[in-house]
């Protein structure tokens, strides 16, 4: 988070898989009911309702304001955030984001939706917050990662966001990026998923615990049966030879250009996928994104002197 002024600038990536902020990172679950539950560990309560964040997996859908999951966890996301700095009433603007090619047509809606409530009370973690939403705005997703570093991007970069719902591409010249260029696909890291759990059940016949599998995906192994970890092996090497093969659908050239990725779904091109890598750059902070909508948040702000 970034202070200007009087208020805070609070970056949330809001993620198919995981909601991540500046410094924090939680798995985009979220259980309500109308009684307390039996654990308490990441507990939001708001409007008489409790939410245990961070349980079950959240289905994906295109239009993350059409329903109020993503503001629980916008909620969520901004305690975590005042937290680190023992703050609990604070003046809030929100810099999120949406993917590349969904931004002109999704943003004022998201905005809306994420500024529903001027003033919220809420408990998170067993802390009372009050909470004065002053402001929100909406970015480029994965090109807020390397917005701060634009001025290092010489000749031509394709970039590569790949996330847990989607695949985000754009190309970027002589530090410009190319609006022409930029496609949003439904390519991210829980196709791979699908397709574990169906090798398994084809090849063993066996269910596997998604904690399993995201363990190999991250690490490129586990503490598993040889044979499974084989399948999930060459699953996730299938896959990541299909993105490689829709980025060239999209004209990336690894010898003309150079590819720099972005996300969750790095760390299955690092262990799985075959490239140069003199000429390939993966960003392993998952955070990078929520980070960028605080950088071209805190730019746009600050160049209005601080103002709203």
Known sequence: MKTLNDFTIIGI??????????????????????IEPPFTN??????????????GHKEFTADKFTDEDYYIFTLAAIARELNRERVTDAKVYIAAGLPLTWVTRQKEDFKKYLLQHRTIDFNFRRTNYHIEIIGADVFP???????????????????CDIGNGTMNLLKISDRKPDMLNMFTEKYGVYQCTIAVREAMMREHHTNLDESIITEVLKKGTADIDGEYLDTI???????????????????YNPKLMKLYVV?????????FGEYDKDRVFINSDICATAKGYEYIAYTKLNKNGGAV
């Open 13 to 34: 990536d809001h993620g198919y898989g995981n909601i991540k902020t500046a410094n924090c990172c939680f798995q985009t679950g979220v259980i309500k009911s109308d």
């Open 42 to 55: 990441d507990l939001l309560v708001w409007d008489n309702k409790y939410y245990s964040i961070g349980v």
């Open 141 to 159: 997703q994965g090109f807020a990662a390397i917005a701060e570093r634009l001025g290092e991007f010489k000749g031509t970069t394709m970039l």
């Open 233 to 251: 092996i060459t699953s996730a090497k299938v896959y990541t030879a299909e993105i490689f093969r829709k980025l060239r659908e999209h004209d």
């Open 263 to 271: 996300g969750g779904g790095g760390c299955l091109v690092r262990h």
